[in-house]
């Protein structure tokens, strides 16, 4: 989510509407307002939806919702020309612009511009590596514009300063170049005009020759990143909201090619799809009246949208909007439409309700695991495999809850002791090619005074509780410290483990003090 801050008289005069209309769209299409006062209100904003940083793209969707009416958008073709030089490729490899004039800025339109820009940053542009905005007084400036990559130390006024620099200065000086520097690989990416006045150091800092201010009526913007289609979109949320002001938007050429500007999205639509994901039965004109509210147009088997709608991918988007226009206090809830047995689940708050009385504290830790953790606690055998993960972090699933318990206990070794910890979860356990689950409980103690005897006095509690007699018998396991180890049986069947952690796994997780732990099946036991 992102917050921004907003003027309400803006925002009135903006959409047409008054602040009850205003609070009650606002609601409806999923932002709450967080904090107001008089004049001003604090708003969170998804973010799948940039187009809704600012006052104007808030505005236009509240009167778009209110009056199923959005502003047509065109832009002017000019004779800008930008050049983009294939040095960039492996730099900072796309850009994208816009010529904006007849504008006019005042203190409030800069201040909600600049809020604007900072928050696309952090949001889409991933903290300017995949997309960095660039805005710039060009009333001084010589076109053509020239974007390439460079060895050369090149000297500029940046932004804000009032002497020259070279990039690598920028780099260790300047403010933005400490803190986005890690963006800069190899040459330099330098856009300037046609004079050799630099107008940008993507995507670290403009040049003060660009300087954008209150007397600004000709504006440049360039938007370079790693991926096309979401500088594409940025440049279409700035053009926008310019529009929205009163300004004049015209179309550059890069390398002599038109850039797109305000192209709708098109987006294949089912109406059978849509009635049936959302459980309703709309007829065919109603669809195209909610749609609207919502700024899309249906043409037969297709939704045009608009060039700004950064987050309609495919139809489910486009189905979202329908439900959002619909109204979610509208839908009425219903059975499932199929015939089911239920079957009661079992519920473990009773052990739970123990281990807390016994002094442990509930932790819940991720299903997800790696290979490093398990290979760490030597417990790598027989684990289950992510054929896809995300990220290597979580790319196995967890066969045991210890070895969570022993990250847990890495992470908070600062903490104050004893740590007596316990969770009740799920494991999976390759067998035969097959993937079993299983539902086990461990608890565990790290601290200086750590031994047995009080996890075995806490083992006995749960057993005694539910009338099952155990015993445990001696064995080995590379985890636990041989002699101070004892395998679980119930009716001289396995279910589990308690013992001493080896040092030497405690060292592999740079736990400094001795760890005891206790884990079992709890489907084992037959409750």
Not at 42 to 68: H, M, Q
Not at 178 to 185: D, F, R, S, T
Not at 417 to 445: L, R, S, Y
Not at 456 to 473: C, G, M, P, Q, R
Request: aromatic share 10%; net charge positive; glycine share 4%.
């Amino acid at each position: 989510m992102a917050a921004i801050k907003i003027l309400v008289q803006e925002l009135k005069a903006l959409s047409s509407l008054n602040e009850k209309e205003l609070e009650e769209i606002l609601s409806s299409i999923g932002v709450p307002i967080e904090s107001k006062t008089t004049t001003e209100w604090e708003l969170e904003i998804t973010p799948n939806r940039p187009d809704l940083l600012s006052v104007e793209g808030l505005a236009r969707a509240c009167y778009c919702f209110k009056y199923s009416k959005l502003k047509p958008y065109r832009a002017i073709q000019s004779d800008l020309n930008l050049f983009v030089d294939s040095s960039t490729k492996n730099v900072r490899p796309y850009i994208g612009g816009a010529l904006i004039k007849n504008l006019k800025l005042d203190q409030n339109f800069l201040n909600s511009l600049i809020q604007l820009q900072e928050k696309i940053h952090q949001t889409l542009g991933r903290k300017r590596k995949k997309v960095a905005i660039g805005l710039h007084d060009i009333s001084k400036a010589q076109p053509p514009f020239f974007y390439y990559a460079t060895s050369s130390d090149i000297k500029f006024v940046p932004l804000g300063f009032d002497r020259e620099l070279s990039c690598s200065q920028i780099l260790t000086e300047h403010p933005k170049g400490q803190e986005y520097g890690h963006l800069i690989k190899g040459k330099y990416p330098i856009l300037e005009d046609s004079k050799k006045n630099v107008l940008s150091f993507p995507p670290i800092i403009n040049g003060e020759f660009s300087k954008v201010s209150l007397d600004t009526h000709t504006l440049f913007i360039d938007c370079t990143g790693t991926d096309e289609k979401t500088i594409l979109f940025v440049v279409n949320i700035l053009c926008a909201v310019f529009a929205d002001r009163g300004a004049q938007v015209y179309q550059i050429k890069i390398n002599k090619k038109p850039y797109p500007l305000f192209k709708e999205l098109k987006t294949k639509y089912n109406f059978n799809f849509s009635n049936k994901i959302l459980g309703l039965n709309l007829s065919l004109k109603k669809h195209k009246s909610l749609l609207l509210k919502m700024g899309h147009k249906l043409q037969k088997n297709f939704v045009l949208s608009p060039s700004f709608r950064a987050d309609i991918l495919d139809t489910i988007d486009i189905v979202e909007d329908l439900a959002i226009a619909y109204g979610y206090n509208n839908f009425k809830p219903t059975l499932p439409d199929f015939f089911s047995i239920g079957q009661e689940e079992k519920n473990y708050d009773w052990l739970a309700q123990l281990l807390v009385g016994a002094g442990f504290l509930e932790v819940c830790s991720w299903i997800l695991t790696n290979k490093n953790v398990l290979h760490k606690a030597e417990c790598s055998k027989a684990y289950v495999e992510v054929s896809n993960p995300l990220t290597e972090e979580f790319s196995t699933l967890r066969n045991w809850l210890y070895p969570n318990f022993l990250e847990i206990f890495s992470i908070s070794k600062s903490s104050k002791m004893p740590q007596k910890i316990f969770e009740i979860g799920p494991v999976f356990i390759q067998e035969e090619n097959k993937i079993i689950q299983k539902t086990n409980c461990c608890f565990a103690i790290c601290s200086p005074k750590a031994n047995l005897t009080e996890l075995i006095s806490t083992l006995k509690s749960i057993f005694s509780l539910v009338n099952l007699d155990y015993k445990l018998e001696k064995t080995s396991n590379e985890t636990f410290i041989e002699g101070r180890i004892g395998k679980i049986l119930i009716n001289k069947k396995p279910v589990g483990l308690i013992g001493e952690i080896h040092p030497k796994i405690l060292e592999n997780f740079s736990i400094e003090q001795p760890v005891v732990v206790c884990e079992f099946c709890l489907d084992e036991l037959n409750l």
